[in-house]
């Protein structure tokens, strides 16, 4: 929620070629491991999704027919009976991650009553945040440092809702996106970019704060400072927090864009991945911003 805009493309890590922006199957591995610290990836053009195969119906020997028709007959009418029951029917708009949306409601409710005070409450002591300029902030002191070396955050009538939730399977962990905006004036006005917020469910079922990014409008374009389209974007990877379970991921790093003009723009980026049916990763979330210096 708090962010920024240019810099040298960071060096060293593995380098993992991708010829797809929506894809990191082969950044991710095979296996579905979180992608490591330090790997970088390029884009290059664009990948259609995997084509899953048709699976093979197992044939039923003659014999157990019978049994397995009539078996599928009593499963499909008690199954319409639960279904024809009131009390099983979900209430509109029920979504597990709707505990998320309320964390992040709270997480506000906090901030608005405490200040400051309120605000790092919610944060992990890992937690990673994302200065406006230079690396990321790593851990509860330096996370501390970075938003009271901010002078007056939060700023009066400071306030966002979030808008779109995903939780894990197992429900420990998962997102927040969302909009920012300031009420101070008696109106509310929204900013133009989003917050993309990583959530981990504690020990004593309570919900910490692991990462936090503000928006900006240049990250999704990948314009800002270059005189055309960019030619080559690369990312590196230099943290990652996962569910338990692995089938969320959440990468923290920096971007970089060239056009061919060899002009440069770069930034910071939080993307939130999940573990699909067929073992690779898809995205469900990601936010950014541009900065001057890397």
């Not at 044939?59 to 009539?70: D, G, K, Q, T, V």
């Not at 964390?103 to 002591?125: P, V």
């Not at 851990?139 to 809702?161: D, Q, S």
């Amino acid at each position: 929620m708090a962010s920024a805009a240019h810099g040298a493309a960071p060096g060293g890590g593995r380098r993992v070629e991708a010829d797809g922006s929506r894809s990191v199957r082969g950044a991710l591995g095979s296996a579905g491991a979180a992608l490591p610290r330090g790997a970088r990836y390029e884009f290059r053009g664009r990948r259609d999704g995997p084509v899953a195969g048709r699976a093979r119906t197992p044939s039923i020997p003659r014999r157990a027919e019978a049994h397995a028709l009539a078996t599928m007959l009593t499963t499909l009418l008690a199954l319409a009976a639960t279904l024809a029951s009131p009390s099983a029917v979900p209430a509109p708009g029920d979504d597990p991650a709707d505990v998320l949306r309320e964390a992040d409601r709270a997480f506000f409710r906090a901030t608005r009553e405490r200040g400051l005070e309120g605000w790092l409450a919610a944060f992990a002591d890992d937690a990673i945040v994302f200065p406006p300029s230079g690396p990321l902030a790593v851990g509860a002191t330096e996370v501390r440092r970075h938003y009271a070396g901010l002078g007056g955050f939060p700023p009066k009538g400071f306030l966002w809702e979030p808008l779109e939730a995903g939780l894990s399977a197992a429900g420990d962990f998962g997102w927040t996106l969302g909009h920012a905006g300031n009420d101070a004036s008696g109106t509310t006005a929204w900013n133009e970019g989003r917050y993309l917020t990583v959530w981990r469910k504690a020990p004593d079922g309570g919900w910490t704060v692991v990462s936090d990014c503000g928006g900006d409008p240049r990250f999704a374009a990948r314009l800002g400072g270059l005189g055309g389209a960019p030619a080559t974007m690369g990312r590196e990877s230099e943290h990652t927090f996962t569910s338990a379970a692995g089938d969320l991921v959440a990468v923290l790093g920096s971007w970089w864009a060239s056009d061919e003009e060899g002009a440069e723009t770069g930034g910071k980026y939080l993307s939130v991945w999940r573990k699909t049916a067929e073992g690779g990763f898809e995205l469900a979330a990601e936010n950014g911003f541009a900065q001057a210096q890397r």
